[in-house]
């Protein structure tokens, strides 16, 4: 078993920033893709940022320039630095993962539970 957990989700003004963090835990041999999506209201799901095993990274247009990405692999962690938010930012951010497991070295894709993210005044 394999468990994402989110946070630092909330509620920010136009303008603010958030940073989120997501750790993995449980039979882990090794992480490769780390990446979030968020899904708002009535909308589908999208692809907000990812990072790769080595460190590149890939990011939605519409948050270009604004957040950020990293990724701390001795901690099993990914974060989402969110500066400049606007109202369309609001949504449902989700941490997702490409794991191989301990043996027996199982790949598993797995989804944390969600963190919301308000931008209003």
């Known amino acids: 078993q394999v468990h994402l957990v989110e946070s630092g989700g909330g509620l920010v003004q136009p303008g603010g920033s958030l940073r989120l963090s997501c750790a993995a835990s449980g039979s882990i041999f090794s992480i490769t893709a780390m990446g979030w999506y968020r899904q708002a209201p009535g909308k589908q799901r999208e692809l907000v940022a990812a990072?790769?095993?080595?460190?590149?990274?890939n990011y939605a247009d519409s948050v270009k320039g604004r957040f950020t990405i990293s990724r701390d692999n001795a901690k099993d962690t990914v974060y989402l630095q969110l500066n400049s938010l606007k109202p369309d930012d609001t949504a449902v951010y989700y941490c997702?993962?490409?794991?191989?497991?301990?043996?027996?070295?199982?790949?598993?894709?797995?989804w944390g539970q969600g963190t919301l993210v308000t931008v209003s005044s």
């Open positions: 990072i790769a095993a080595g460190g590149n990274t």
């Open positions: 997702q993962t490409d794991v191989v497991t301990l043996a027996p070295y199982r790949y598993l894709e797995v």
